[in-house]
C-alpha cells in the first residue's frame, strides 16, 4: 500500500530547460513533505522539504510547490544542469512521527 | 567525516547462510533506521531504534533482526537468507522525528544467490 506516489519513473531534459517532478500522496496525515536526491551507488540526500502550512517553498534552483487539496506537490528545478542528473525522492511524514514514507522515485537525466 | 556508514557496501552470499550489515553515526542522532530498496525501487522503512529502544518494527520475516547496543549503532542479522532479500539496504540517522529528514549510508547490495 503505497502512500506517497510518483508516477512518473523518469524525465528526460534539456541542460537550461525546467525539470518538473511531481509527487502524490494518499495519507491525509502528512503535513510535512521532504525531497531526496540520490546518484548512483550512494545514499539518498536532503534537497529541499516543505510544511503543509505552506504552500511554496524555495531555495537557490529548487522550488517545491504544495497543493493539499490534491495531496500533490511538485519539485521544479530550473535551470536544469547536468549534475542534477539523478533520482529524486518524495517523501511524507506525519507530525510526530519518525517514519518517512518514499515513492518509487523519478530519474531525472539532463542532456547537454 | 561526519557521516553515516554501513559496511559491507557489497555482500554476495548464498541461501541459507547467515550475514550482518553494520551501521554506525557520528551525528549524534538519537534515532537510527533500516530502509530495503526493492527491485521496484521503493525505499520501504524495517526497524526504528530511538536512544536504543526499538520503536518501529515493520511486518517483516523474523529472520530479519536489529540490534542496538549504542545509539551510535544499529546493526541488521538476517539468518537463513532468501533469493527475495536480494536488495539494497539503507542505514540512516535523525535528530528527532521524521520531519527532520534522515541522513543515508550509502547502502548495502546484498545478492542472494
Known amino acids: 500500500d503505497q502512500q506517497v506516489k510518483q508516477n512518473s519513473p523518469s524525465l528526460s531534459v534539456q541542460e537550461g530547460r525546467i525539470s518538473i517532478l511531481n509527487c502524490d500522496y494518499t495519507n491525509s496525515m502528512f503535513d510535512y513533505f521532504l525531497w531526496y536526491k540520490k546518484y548512483p551507488a550512494e545514499g539518498p540526500t536532503f534537497l529541499i522539504s516543505i510544511s503543509s502550512i505552506k504552500d511554496k517553498n524555495e531555495d537557490g534552483r529548487f522550488t517545491v510547490f504544495l497543493n493539499k487539496s490534491a495531496k500533490h506537490l511538485s519539485l521544479h528545478i530550473v535551470p536544469s544542469q547536468p549534475g542534477d542528473s539523478a533520482v529524486y525522492f518524495c517523501?511524507?511524514?506525519?507530525?510526530?512521527?519518525?517514519?518517512?514514507?518514499f515513492g518509487a522515485g523519478t530519474t531525472v537525466t539532463v542532456r547537454a | 567525516d561526519t557521516a553515516v556508514s554501513q559496511t559491507p557496501k557489497y555482500l554476495v552470499t548464498q541461501m541459507g547462510n547467515d550475514k550482518s550489515i553494520k551501521c554506525e553515526q557520528n551525528?549524534?542522532?538519537?534515532?537510527m533506521y533500516w530502509y530495503k530498496q526493492d527491485s521496484k525501487k521503493f525505499l520501504k522503512i524495517m526497524f526504528s531504534y530511538n536512544n536504543k529502544e526499538l520503536i518501529i518494527n515493520e511486518t517483516v520475516p523474523n529472520r530479519f533482526s536489529p540490534k542496538s547496543p549504542d545509539k551510535a549503532h544499529l546493526n541488521l542479522h538476517i539468518n537463513s537468507l532468501e533469493l527475495g532479500d536480494s536488495a539494497v539496504y539503507f542505514c540512516?540517522?535523525?535528530?528527532?522525528?521524521?520531519?527532520?529528514?534522515?541522513?543515508f549510508g550509502s547502502g548495502t547490495r546484498l545478492t542472494v544467490v
Open positions: 540512516a540517522s535523525s535528530q528527532g522525528q521524521g520531519i527532520y529528514g534522515y541522513t
Open positions: 551525528l549524534g542522532h538519537d534515532t
Open positions: 517523501a511524507a511524514s506525519a507530525m510526530n512521527d519518525y517514519k518517512l514514507s
